[in-house]
Nanobody, 122 residues
Framework: QVQLVESGGGLVQAGGSLRLSCAAS????????MGWFRQAPGKEREFVAA????????RYADSVKGRFTISRDNAKNTVYLQMNSLKTEDTAVYSC???????????????WGQGTQVTVSS
């Protein structure tokens, strides 16, 4: 099992930036593809980004492509989400997840963190 803890959320003005971190513990971090999801009030959870085990392959939702960057540091057991040019519609609880099959295209998430709130003000 993998335990995931997110950090880095907060309040930022539109156009600003935030970097989220997700620290993993438990089993070997590099065995998992990692992803970020978000859920806004009254909406379903949606995929944001995913990264392969070694970090060479990434995938993004169209809504964040060109603005967000997912990366990972397997030596630190941490995955990051750099968010630039934030918009009010990016406001949501952001959660990281681990996929034990290592899938990026069909990332499903077998283990989940509790989430961190990101609020973008106008």
């Amino acid at each position: 099992q993998v335990q995931l803890v997110e950090s880095g959320g907060g309040l930022v003005q539109a156009g600003g930036s935030l970097r989220l971190s997700c620290a993993a513990s438990g089993r070997t971090f590099s065995n998992y593809a990692m992803g970020w999801f978000r859920q806004a009030p009254g909406k379903e959870r949606e995929f944001v980004a995913a990264i392969s085990r070694g970090g060479s392959t990434t995938r993004y939702a169209d809504s964040v492509k060109g603005r967000f960057t997912i990366s990972r540091d397997n030596a630190k057991n941490t995955v990051y989400l750099q968010m630039n040019s934030l918009k009010t519609e990016d406001t949501a609880v952001y959660s990281c997840a681990a996929d034990q099959l290592g899938l990026v295209v069909n990332f499903r998430g077998d283990y989940w963190g509790q989430g961190t709130q990101v609020t973008v003000s106008s």
